[in-house]
Each structure stands twice: as C-alpha cells, then as structure tokens.
C-alpha cells in the first residue's frame, strides 16, 4: 500500500471488508476527529459487504483512483481487511477486483467522494457472460431452438433471458417463433454483463417434383439436372418417365439446366412444384 505522501495529507486507516459477488457498500463512516473541513483534511471509511471473506481460490484487490494522479492499489487478503484513508472532497474511484483464476476475473467500481461523518457508496461486482449459443441456429416455423448462456462466476449468478424464449430465467431456455425472420436472443447476467445470438426462422419450405418427360423407351434419354440459384441438390441420371422430387426447397425463383436447355420455376411455401424436362434430344 502507498504511503499517504501522494495525497499530500496525513491518512489514517480505514477498514475494508471485501466480499464474494455481487453487492459491496459502503457503510457508515467514521467522521475526522478534529473536524475539520477542506478538501486536503482526510476521514476514516468503511467498507463492507455480504460476507467478510474471498471465495477460496480467489484473490482480490483495492483500487482507489484520484486527482492529480493519485492511486492506491491495496491487495485484500482472505479476511478480507485492509485499511487506508480516504481525503474530504476529493473525488475518488473506488474499485474492487477479484481474481478467480479459472472462473475469471469479476471488477466493480463507484464514485466516491468522502465527507465529514457518514459517507456511504456502492460497489457491484459482476459475473461475466462468456457468451451464448443457441443450436440449431436455423429453425423451421414453431420449431425449438436450445439456447444455454456460457457464464464466469465465483458464486451463484442470476441470468435473465430476452428474445422469443422461455423461461426468461436460468441458465438455459428455449427459443420459439412461427414468424420467419432472424431473431436476437440475449442473455444478462447479474443484470449487467450480456451477450447475443441469432436465430433464424426460415419461410415455410416447398418440393419439387422434376419429370424427365421423354418416353420411357428413349435409348439416349437420361439427363443431368443443376439448379440455380445454389440450394436444391442436382440429379443425376434421370431416365426418361421417372421422376425425382427434392424436398423442403425454400421458396423462391429457380431455374433447371441441362442437355435439355433451362426450365425455369417457382417454390412456393407449403406447395410441390412440377417441372418437365424433355430429354428425347440429348442423345
């Protein structure tokens, strides 16, 4: 801890009770015993929170920024106790960190500025969300998509989701909509860290029914058949009189290709669309 040479006024120590997650306030104060007022007199405060001790497996730290380049950086030992003073006035950034190793790393910080008697403030220190996925991230009208929301935490968080889903708490959910379109699914942890995805509900698909129209008795008959734009599987080998279909065909403009010249056609939602290709001249 730094000396109180850099506040340029006499520091007496004050006691911090650093904590788990979430809330970290300030309580009462102790107000300077001589009373007096000004910007360079300094006060005793305290810090307090929910539990008086780090997580196991945690440590942490105090960071108190100011003026004039003033900063103070105060590890907090598993007790949780550290102490220092803060100057009358003078506004000061009060932040805690606490260093989880693998859960990850949790900060919180407020302003502050200390008076004569009580002085309070708050600290909130959050999870953060590592990320969300949502599988399958494609969907037909109505389908259910799983969405689970990824988390770093120390401690028990509590999750909040947004987006066509339900529940709208916990962990995971599950995504729903009957309207095609692309939808964001957020979820907010501790209600400030969050993040995003997307899930697309597709338009109602078709099928296609492609007839090779040439008699079943041509010799030289057979063709191949590419469609375009790209999404429909080609054909191979399509002998005159049979018939292949290509199913959930999402609806649009398409057109056939082959020996045969081009066909073009339409999907319609919820539809079969048949096209004829005349193989009896690609011989």
Not at 91 to 96: E, F, R, Y
Not at 212 to 217: H, I, K, R
Request: contains cysteine; proline residues 8%.
């Amino acid at each position: 801890m730094e000396n109180a040479g850099n506040a340029g006024c006499r520091w007496r120590p004050w006691t911090v009770v650093a904590g788990v997650l979430v809330a970290l306030v300030l309580a009462q104060a102790c107000s300077d015993s001589s009373n007096r007022t000004g910007p360079t007199k300094s006060t005793s405060v305290a810090l307090k929170v929910h539990r008086a001790q780090i997580p196991g497996g945690c440590t942490g730290s105090l960071v108190v920024d100011g003026p004039n380049n003033f900063h103070l950086e105060v590890p907090i030992p598993p007790s949780g106790e550290v102490s220092f003073q803060a100057p009358i006035g003078v506004p000061l950034t009060l932040t805690v960190i606490l260093d989880c190793g693998a859960q990850g790393t949790f900060t919180g910080s407020t302003s502050f500025t200390a008076a004569p008697g009580n002085n309070q403030a708050a600290v909130t220190v959050v999870a953060t969300s590592a990320g969300v996925s949502c599988s399958p991230g494609t969907v037909e009208p109505g389908q259910p998509s799983s969405c689970v929301c990824a988390i770093k935490s120390p401690g028990p968080p509590t999750v909040t989701w947004a987006g066509s889903v339900s529940p709208t708490t916990g962990v995971s959910t599950t995504f729903r909509n009957s309207t095609p379109g692309t939808y964001t699914v957020t979820c907010t942890v501790n209600n400030t860290a969050s993040a995003s995805t997307s899930v697309t509900v597709r338009a109602e698909q078709g099928d296609l029914r492609v007839r090779n129209s040439a008699g079943s008795g041509c010799t030289f008959c057979t063709v191949d058949v590419t469609f375009s734009p790209s999404g429909i599987a080609p054909i191979s080998n399509l002998n005159g009189g049979q018939t292949v279909e290509r199913n959930n065909v999402p609806p649009g403009d398409y057109v056939a290709s082959g020996c045969f010249g081009t066909v073009p056609f339409q999907i319609r939602a919820g539809q079969t669309t048949s096209i004829n290709v005349d193989g009896a001249n690609c011989g």
